[in-house]
């Protein structure tokens, strides 16, 4: 039984760390969607709000579970939380229609995809 138990501890830490993880070389979340990071932000905190937030939706954590290693979340005006990877508050692009689309690299020189 303790063996048993194990097991299913050691499975459910791989479908939380599974949830976002790299695809072709960029960090997507577990839908395959391409994340981004801004510029003008600061570590830990988000710069991006209204018009700005309709372009690039932030990565909202809707779960308060934790994803590994590198891995935390900051709190938005809002009061929602946005997960942030290595210091770096997370985005989607609204260009972004299918898994694997990364129309917003690079867009003005201060949105940028996550490269492993």
């Not at 791989?14 to 510029?39: E, I, R």
């Not at 579970?65 to 942030?84: H, L, N």
């Not at 210091?87 to 995809?113: I, S």
Request: charged share 30%; with cysteine; hydrophobic share 35%.
């Amino acid at each position: 039984m303790k063996a048993l138990l194990i097991s299913i501890s050691i499975a459910a830490s791989s479908v939380l760390l599974a949830s976002s993880g790299f695809a072709a070389g960029m960090l997507t979340d577990a839908k395959g969607m391409t994340l981004y990071v801004f510029d003008k932000d600061t570590k830990d905190k988000s710069a991006c709000y209204d018009a700005c937030a309709k372009a690039w939706p932030p990565y909202l954590d809707k779960t308060g579970k934790t994803m590994g290693e590198g891995w935390t979340t900051t709190k938005r005006k809002d009061g929602s939380k946005q997960w942030v990877y290595d210091g770096k508050p997370l985005y989607y692009f609204a260009e972004d229609k299918k898994a694997g689309d990364a129309k917003g690299e690079g867009f003005k020189g201060v949105w940028h995809t996550v490269k492993e």
